[in-house]
């Protein structure tokens, strides 16, 4: 009896230790891991300088205040012990000593069809005032690079709503073009009137670094109500730190990587590349990055291929993102180290002329500075020997362009002559377009082979536009 009593006692009391041991256990698990924590010990311009603490780049801190809200900061270097952080937000109320708290989190971009018709920040945080946006699917904001020898091949136009592009610098699904201009000539009237007209799924507008003035016009006079049902608009204007710029073109790129994984045609238009290199030549320069081209550091000119590379095409059976980069050349020169980097990885660009936009001339393309260099892969050879005879037509006009206006010019003189002075009004008014008028793709081919009728013969007799609509219509 007093053996079975004693066995009882000693099997409650195990029962008891398991039930206190699996309490302290379960207690345990729910503790937060030990977050070391620095200290704030230099501010100089945006850039601060945190020691006591470790954290990798591109990760989030909180910098902690007596007497104001936590201010966010991103990591963007360091040297020994030292982190230097950007700020993505104000930083009123910070002081030395600050508290420097690592959050070991990465900055992520929120993506789902939750996004159409939305305008968001840099963060991802919607500032229309439609309500918290209700996603349950992020992406990093680095995105993850595609085998080059996977990608779908650029061979299917894409119709974008613009007579000029359409017939003469034709558009490839999964192209990456560049629009090149300075400030004032029509660069946002254009991505406008691509938007509202395109004929893609999807399209993402990344509004990088311009006037906050313009973002309210470009949402609703430029793109208006029709042109938001189905786009996505990513804004940080230039009052924004310059991380919150770089993040911006990177949550428009995301987002559009998304679209692209689902199948869908994506356009992407991003205004602009040039602020995004200069985002990224603040933080470079504030952290001690020595300036290299007129200025610009080194690391500029590594980021601007590792973003355009995101777009294109996706791998086989997959969707596309077709983009177009604003590139504003500072004081109109075609040769400034960012013009000429972003010439250099993108796959043709469009040069918009003051000259032409001083003039009352809209869309402003100068059409013998601008290329495509998917057109050959994606147009029939007649659609191609069309649009090469518009262009030489154009040049010979403009190269003699201060001969006929004096009045130099005696007609019968040379035969080309002729012809471009004859073809110049109908080539004015073909490139023209008012910013509400859509003209289709095939609407684009038959106007341009109604222009060019009259060289309906070549030597072997065969009409150049004789077959540029029908094998040219792209399918979607």
């Not at 004032?184 to 670094?209: E, H, N, P, Q, Y």
């Not at 230039?238 to 356009?267: C, N």
């Not at 003051?354 to 809209?362: I, K, N, P, V």
Request: glycine share 10%.
């Amino acid at each position: 009896m007093n053996n079975s009593h004693y066995s009882n006692l000693h099997s409650s009391h195990q029962n008891n230790w398991k039930e206190q041991l699996s309490r302290i256990q379960s207690r345990m698990d729910q503790v937060s891991p030990v977050v070391v924590e620095g200290r704030l010990n230099r501010m100089v311009g945006l850039t601060l300088e945190a020691v006591g603490c470790q954290a990798v780049i591109g990760s989030r801190c909180l910098v902690k205040s007596q007497n104001s809200k936590p201010v966010e900061a991103e990591v963007v270097g360091f040297s020994g012990e030292k982190l230097f952080l950007m700020p993505t937000g104000n930083i009123r109320g910070i002081h030395p000593d600050a508290t420097v708290i690592p959050t070991h989190q990465i900055y992520e971009a929120h993506v789902g069809d939750a996004l159409l018709g939305r305008v968001l920040d840099g963060r991802g945080v919607p500032i229309d005032g439609k309500g918290p946006l209700i996603t349950s699917e992020t992406r990093a904001l680095t995105g993850e690079p595609i085998n080059p020898l996977k990608r779908q091949p650029i061979n299917t136009p894409l119709d974008v709503g613009v007579r000029a592009i359409n017939s003469l610098f034709t558009v490839g699904r999964g192209q990456r073009m560049g629009l090149f201009a300075g400030s004032g000539v029509g660069k946002s009237m254009l991505l406008g009137m691509m938007t509202k007209f395109t004929s893609a799924d999807v399209i993402v507008v990344g509004l990088i670094g311009e006037r906050g003035r313009e973002v309210k016009e470009f949402i609703e006079d430029i793109l208006g109500e029709e042109g938001m049902q189905r786009a996505v608009v990513v804004a940080v204007p230039a009052d924004q730190p310059p991380v919150m710029r770089m993040h911006g073109a990177y949550q428009a790129t995301s987002i559009a990587e998304h679209f692209r994984d689902e199948g869908k045609d994506v356009l992407l238009l991003m205004d602009s590349l040039t602020r995004f290199a200069q985002a990224q030549r603040e933080i470079a320069l504030a952290i001690g990055e020595p300036p290299a081209t007129k200025g610009y550091p080194p690391s500029v000119f590594a980021q601007l291929p590792q973003l355009v590379e995101r777009a294109g095409n996706g791998e086989e059976g997959g969707g596309s993102i077709t983009a177009f980069y604003t590139v504003l050349t500072e004081g109109d020169d075609q040769q400034d180290p960012i013009a000429d980097s972003a010439r250099a990885i993108l796959d043709g660009h469009i040069v918009l002329s003051r000259e032409l936009a001083e003039s009352g001339h809209y869309p402003a393309i100068d059409v013998e500075a601008s290329i495509s260099r998917a057109m050959n892969a994606v147009v029939s050879d007649e659609h191609l020997a069309a649009a090469q005879k518009f262009r030489q037509s154009y040049s010979v006009y403009q190269q003699n362009k201060d001969l006929i206006n004096v009045g130099a010019y005696a007609e019968g003189s040379n035969p080309e002559v002729d012809e471009a002075i004859r073809l110049h009004s109908s080539q004015q008014e073909f490139l023209r377009q008012d910013r509400q008028e859509a003209v289709s793709w095939e609407g684009s081919l038959q106007q341009l082979a109604d222009l060019l009728q009259h060289y309906n013969s070549n030597e072997s007799g065969n009409d150049l536009t004789a077959n540029i609509e029908t094998p040219l219509v792209p399918t979607f």
